[in-house]
């Protein structure tokens, strides 16, 4: 089994910072890539920001160069550094991990967090 905790959301005025957290556990035998998503109301889910097990980064153009997306290997755990928040990124922002199991090794699946709220206001 896997579980994916997200923590870090939250109510903020347009200008300000975030950081989200997003901690992987169970039986994870190798992690791919880390990847956070949102959903604002009424549109659909977006890729913001992922993070691959090499370290390369990629960024929806919305976020670039506000949103900064780092991994700690040993804690199994993505952050992202969310500043000059505005009221369009407002949304439910989901990490995605996209890993392997002991029970199996070579079968990468991806497996979703339970969401955070983040609330931008003007």
């Known amino acids: 089994q896997v579980q994916l905790v997200e923590s870090g959301g939250g109510l903020v005025q347009a200008g300000g910072s975030l950081r989200l957290s997003c901690a992987a556990s169970?039986?994870?035998?190798?992690?791919?890539?880390m990847v956070w998503y949102r959903q604002a109301p009424g549109k659909q889910r977006e890729l913001v920001a992922s993070?691959?097990?090499?370290?390369?980064?990629d960024y929806a153009d919305s976020v670039k160069g506000r949103f900064i997306i780092s991994a700690d290997d040993a804690k199994r755990t993505v952050y992202l550094q969310m500043n000059s928040l505005k009221p369009e990124d407002t949304a439910i922002y989901y990490c995605?991990?996209?890993?392997?199991?002991?029970?199996?090794?070579?079968?990468?699946?991806?497996?979703w967090g339970q969401g955070t709220q983040v609330t931008v206001s003007s």
């Open positions: 995605n991990v996209n890993l392997a199991t002991f029970s199996s090794r070579t079968w990468y699946s991806n497996y």
């Open positions: 993070i691959t097990s090499g370290g390369r980064t």
């Open positions: 169970g039986s994870i035998f190798s992690i791919n890539a």
